[in-house]
């Protein structure tokens, strides 16, 4: 017979294993802990400082499969000042990556739209990587509300 | 290559210098992976890998996507033009197909 706290101690094992989706994603969850691996990976293991970046996504949305998102960069984009390279992670996908921009002086101006997926309600993280080597980290957050997520 | 389903927007006029902004779209399911048939099988994955967008030959745009971009995938980004010339917008799938289209834009 298990006792209180043994009880309390598997339910939290059950819970840090991530609950299972409906049935249609298995174990393939990943967390927020593979987006910053990912985001370390993509990066170079760099120091992540804070600002510079907006990032514009609808605050809830019906549709995870189409979730609009413009990202942009507070740049002069000139010669010796510019954005590299935008990195996107998501937290709660079943596989973090979303996609990488790089940029150049040519640009002119540091602002990328796209459409993303998101099979639920999370955060995404983007980094932005400087000409000077610096990198810069911004955080987004969508709300979710469709059934199917972005799965379909 | 099949270049009916690439979309894209530029304007035909610019000024010298001007920072315009291009729009491409393609249509394609960008299959994810993380979806399974009724049998319990995955969708295999169909993704297109890379963009690229060309001004007179030179690079100016990359993109890398993976399964976390929507399916027909679209961008939107910004190039400053200084003379008149030719877009090209190319989309490598990751069985090594591509699609691609041309813009042509007037600098004045």
């Known amino acids: ?152 | 290559m099949m270049n009916e389903q690439v979309h894209v927007k530029v304007p035909h006029t610019a000024k010298k210098g001007e920072v315009i902004r291009v729009m491409t779209k393609l249509n394609h399911p960008m299959e994810s992976g993380w979806r399974r048939r009724q049998n319990g099988e995955f969708v295999p994955k169909d993704l297109i890998g890379e963009f690229s967008c060309q001004f007179n030959g030179a690079e100016v745009f990359k993109a890398e996507f993976d399964s976390g971009t929507a399916g027909n995938p679209f961008l939107s980004f910004f190039v400053r033009v200084n003379q008149s010339g030719r877009f090209r917008f190319i989309w490598y799938g990751q069985n090594g197909e591509h699609y691609d289209k041309e813009a042509d834009i007037e600098v004045s």
């Open chain 1, 1 to 152: 017979m298990l006792n209180r706290r043994q009880l309390l101690i598997l339910c939290g094992a059950w819970a840090a294993t991530g609950f299972s989706f409906n049935g249609l994603i298995g174990s393939a969850q990943a967390g927020p802990r593979d987006a910053r691996k990912r985001l370390a990976e993509l990066t170079g293991g760099a120091e992540l400082k804070k600002g510079r970046i907006n990032i514009t996504l609808p605050k809830v949305t019906d549709q995870g499969r189409f979730v609009p998102m413009r990202i942009s960069v507070d740049s002069p984009m000139s010669e010796n000042d510019y954005v590299k390279a935008i990195h996107v992670v998501a937290e709660r996908n079943p596989t973090p990556e979303i996609a990488s921009f790089h940029l150049s002086p040519a640009n002119g101006k540091a602002q990328v739209s796209t459409r993303i997926r998101l099979l639920k309600t999370q955060v995404v993280v983007v980094a932005a990587e400087m000409s000077d080597g610096s990198v810069y980290l911004g955080k987004g957050r969508s709300k979710i509300t469709g059934g199917a997520g972005g799965c379909g």
